[in-house]
RNA sequence: AGGCACGUAGCUCAGUGGGAGAGCACUUCCCUGACACGGAAGGGGUCGGCGGUUCAAUCCCGCCCGUGCCUACCA
């Protein structure tokens, strides 16, 4: 199909149309049988609810032109799609759509609930992944997988068991973060901590037989009511004599024993803390080792339970208000000071986490992240960029037990069955009716769920087919380069690396390139509740995907954070649109040509022609070498400026020259030229620009078949070789041209006046050079006559510019205001002045000329000699100026 | 409390052991036959502060100030 260019880069018809010949033609499908080298990534599943952000259209921008890249490369590239059932956050949803019906799960019950979720996903989940498709996401999409698919299912399950049976697998009773709202424990990494301006309640406990009190300090005063202990520092010489003596607990007149206990630090507070074992971390551990009675005092929605006495049903909250306002009316409330202190919150409803006592199954993970930590070690897989290395260990040196139960529905349910007549577990693959251990039937199934987080970490094999030993494991596994934002390093790439080295004694991925994050354009992270979320989907319909692609790529190597503008964005857009209005210069001037192949060889090339070839060669190099180190801001702007500042500016202008003139082997060798070079551009462009670069690539001239650009194969070298003293003699005349346009502007010449110019060269050799090129003197800098040669004659009065070995002589007849080449000439002098003294001051200095190496010595001095000539020219310049005056 | 970053032009940010860069914004001129989402020419920075290493430091090292983020059980 041929395609023609309309005035202004249309992207929203352009983008619809491609997008489904791609998807429809197959273009994306990997084949596991190719011969060719194999290219894999696993796309960071989004989960089912999600609707695209911003975090996403820069992981999966940044993904597709590693992919496209890569395909064009050679390489037989698989990109693995699919979504995460994302256990909570989905239940969530659903919880709430019943809610809106007055409803909830229970009154549903389990399957009926489960049924209603599945009928969720099937209707509106998922909407994420036809929004990834409008970037252009170019993923094997008959490949989707879910993570509760059948066969991920399968993987989750046969993990499981195999952990278990190595011992890996255990249940234990204690202390875990519950969200009372979400009804489910929650591993330490799924809680958020978040600085809240609060109180420190200080509370008078009265001692057992005396009328002293102890003074106590907490930020949640309701958790009094189970206390089991006060604690003193052994060494606290104000409290060592009531160490052994007991407290009347008030409210609840229970006595509490003092204890001694080093955690306790004398200089806090009043030096005395009192202990709940069953509701703080610190304390559990304290009543562990001091045998302390463990008393729970909440329910699972966060209410005081039947061991809170008289606040029995309260909720947490009003049980703290009136806590506090109970021991205010006994006298036993010390004061009340401001405090802020760090609150966790479950990551998904932000509400106030408890510690809460609890049966729950654990992931002994210390082996499994030793052999994580020695893949990293042996760099079987690296880091991009390296400094996350560090933080990866961090965390696995630290690393504890996983809880990967969690109390809801929406998940992969544990393979467990406990029986009730002899009390043990069964864990098996298959569902069992029979006890392994008495032979019972009175089972039953743990109704606990694993973590979301469990199946993700299977990713990278369970969607290739394990644990069946698929022909696409052994083609693709270990994926080459897994691209994510460091927030989900622990959650996910820390896991998989666990899982990886475990099941497939292979790490999951060669590679993992580490983002940023995406924030507005305050830094500020966007958020519903701050109204500064900016919709991906927005920018594509405002400015089209290829220009936001190449805003991301642009931003992709800042720190940690890219604050997205939509300046920026409109800036890229101009690009596009720059690139489709040089594509529609040469396609009018390409009308009468047909490409061939080795057309490059034996033609008249000029001098303009071989300077973009060389460009071109310098650029092809340069954007392979970035994009292989994950440089994406690299790739983008090496690519702008060669598009733009190179092409565009220079060698467009350049070419009219050649192309309108009545030479036909010159015209014919421009256009061979503008051809193949916007052709090798356009594949350059294409992994960041897929859509504008293939609309462009079916108008060219030529068959093109119905190839899309994507299998067309990336640059990488010089389209010819070039000849680098006429490459030289090119940057020569374009200084020329520069300096020539340089006093027209300083002195207002009008665009539109044509001027005479004398160049009055030092060489032979630069006399050549401008020969050469002076039909684009004429033309770019707007000059009528033209006089070079080596001590040409020289106009009285002109004004006087230096380009290397040239003097540019414009003659002041031609020129408007002599006051204006006065303050032109100081303006230069000034600034050459600064570079000579500079360098004399440097050359000047012996212990520089001792120890500098030669080629920087040799440099300076030639920079000097330059400077001072310069210099020269210009102040005999400005003398014949003055005289003037 | 520990860890990791960051501090470069008005703004947002690249960058390198050898004379400071981009985009946007700004100034002047131009609707020149691809493009005003454009063209040409300009202005603008003691590269956070103080020391050290070096012939040479914006870049390497130390300290300080400021700003983010991550991890952590101080009631």
């Not at 520092?233 to 409290?239: K, V």
């Not at 696995?396 to 406990?418: E, L, T």
């Not at 494991?473 to 380069?481: A, D, I, M, Q, R």
Request: include cysteine; charge should be negative; proline fraction near 4%.
């Amino acid at each position: 199909m041929k395609t023609e260019l309309s005035k202004g880069y249309e992207p929203e018809q352009v983008e619809k149309k491609w997008f489904d010949v791609w998807e429809n033609r197959g273009d994306f499908h990997a084949d596991e049988n190719s011969p060719k080298p194999h290219y894999s990534i696993v796309i960071p599943p989004p989960n089912v609810t999600g609707v695209l952000h911003m975090g996403h259209a820069l992981n999966n921008t940044l993904q597709d032109i590693l992919c496209r890249w890569k395909r064009m490369s050679g390489y037989e590239v698989l990109w693995m799609p699919g979504t995460d059932h994302a256990g909570i956050a989905t239940q969530n949803v659903v919880e709430k759509q019943l809610a809106a019906e007055n409803k909830d799960r229970h009154e549903l019950g389990r399957e009926a609930f489960i049924d209603r979720v599945w009928k969720w996903r099937e209707e509106s989940g998922g909407q994420i992944i036809n929004q990834l498709k409008r970037l252009g996401a170019s993923c094997d999409w008959e490949r989707e997988r879910f993570t509760m698919d059948e066969g991920l299912s399968k993987a989750v399950r046969e993990v499981f068991v195999s952990l278990y049976d190595e011992g890996l697998i255990y249940r234990d009773n204690r202390l875990i973060n519950w969200c009372p709202r979400c009804h489910t424990a929650l591993s330490d990494l799924e809680v958020e901590h978040d600085d809240k301006r609060g109180n420190l309640w200080h509370l008078r406990y009265p001692v057992q037989g005396t009328d002293e009190y102890i003074i106590v300090a907490t930020t949640r005063p309701e958790t009094m009511l189970g206390d089991t202990a006060v604690a003193v520092h052994p060494e606290d010489e104000r409290y060592k004599n009531l160490i052994g003596k007991s407290i009347l607990l008030p409210l609840m007149d229970r006595e509490i024993p003092i204890i001694a206990d080093e955690y306790v630090d004398m200089e806090f507070g009043s030096g005395a803390v009192k202990i709940t074992p069953a509701h703080d971390f610190n304390d559990f551990e304290i009543g562990k080792r001091h045998n302390l009675e463990f008393i729970n005092v909440l329910d699972e929605s966060g209410m005081i339970n039947d061991n809170g006495g008289s606040y029995a049903g309260m909720d947490r909250n009003a049980a703290r208000t009136k806590v506090v306002a109970d021991l205010k009316s006994l006298d036993m409330l010390e004061k009340i000071d401001d405090y802020t202190n760090a609150v966790g919150e479950c990551y998904r409803c932000r509400t106030t986490i408890e510690p809460y006592m609890s049966k729950q199954w654990y992931v002994a993970v210390k082996s499994l992240a030793a052999e994580a930590i020695r893949a990293v070690e042996s760099g079987e897989t690296r880091i991009v960029p390296q400094q996350w290395e560090k933080t990866y260990y961090e965390w696995m040196y630290n690393i504890q037990d996983w809880c990967v139960s969690r109390q809801i529905w929406w998940g992969h349910r544990i393979p467990a069955w406990f029986c009730d007549d002899c009390g043990k577990i069964t864990v098996s693959r298959e569902d069992v009716s029979v006890c392994k251990h008495c032979e019972s039937t009175n089972l039953r199934q743990e109704t606990d769920v694993l973590d979301t987080w469990f199946s993700s970490a299977l990713w990278p094999f369970s969607t290739m087919g394990w644990p069946e030993q698929s022909k696409t494991l052994e083609k693709f596994y270990p994926t080459s380069c897994l691209v994510t934002g460091f927030d989900i390093l622990f959650f996910w790439v820390a896991r998989m690396m666990m899982m990886g080295t475990k099941f497939m004694k292979n790490v999951p991925f060669k590679e993992v390139y580490i983002h940023a994050l995406v924030r507005d354009a305050h830094g500020q992270k966007m958020s519903k509740s701050k109204g500064n979320v900016i919709d991906p989907l927005t920018i594509v319909d405002e400015y089209g995907a290829d220009a936001f692609r190449y805003t991301l790529c642009a931003f992709a190597a800042m720190g940690r954070d890219i604050k997205l503008s939509t300046e920026r964005i409109g800036g890229y857009r101009n690009f596009v649109n720059k690139l489709w209005n040089a594509s529609r210069f040469a396609l009018m001037n390409l009308e009468d040509f047909v490409p061939a192949e080795n057309s490059l060889i034996s033609l008249p090339l000029s001098q303009a022609d071989q300077w973009i070839l060389n460009r071109y060669a310098v650029a092809a190099e340069e954007v392979n070498k970035a994009l292989a180190d994950y440089k994406f801001n690299d790739a983008a702007s090496i690519l702008y400026s060669f598009t733009w500042h190179e092409f565009c500016d220079w060698y467009i202008e350049l070419s009219k020259e050649n192309l309108y003139g009545d030479n036909a082997p010159v015209r014919k060798a421009t256009q061979t030229v503008l051809f193949t070079v916007l052709e090798g551009l356009l594949r350059m462009l294409h992994p960041i620009l897929p859509f504008v670069t293939e609309e462009i690539w079916h108008a060219l001239p030529g068959e093109r078949g119905a190839d899309s650009i994507m299998k067309m194969t990336y640059p990488t070298t010089a389209l010819i070789e070039t000849d680098e003293n006429v490459v030289a003699d090119m940057e020569r005349v374009m200084d020329v041209i520069r300096a020539i346009r340089n006093v027209r502007g300083e002195l207002d010449v009008p665009p539109g006046k044509k001027i005479k110019v004398v160049l009055d060269c030092k060489s032979d050799s630069a006399v050549q050079s401008i020969q050469a090129g002076q039909a684009y003197i004429h033309s770019l800098a707007r000059v009528e006559d033209l006089v070079v040669g080596v001590a040409v004659e020289r106009p009285k009065q002109a004004s006087t510019q230096v380009a290397g070995e040239v003097e540019v002589l414009i003659p002041l007849a031609d020129l408007i205001n002599v006051a204006e080449e006065e303050a032109r000439l100081n303006k230069e002098i000034e600034k050459v002045q600064k570079d000579v003294s500079f360098f004399e001051k440097k050359l000047s200095n012996e212990k520089f000329v001792a120890n500098a190496p030669p080629q920087v010595l040799d440099k300076d001095r030639a920079k000097l000699t330059a400077a001072t000539e310069k210099r020269e020219i210009l102040q005999q310049s400005l003398k014949k100026i003055l005289t003037l005056k």
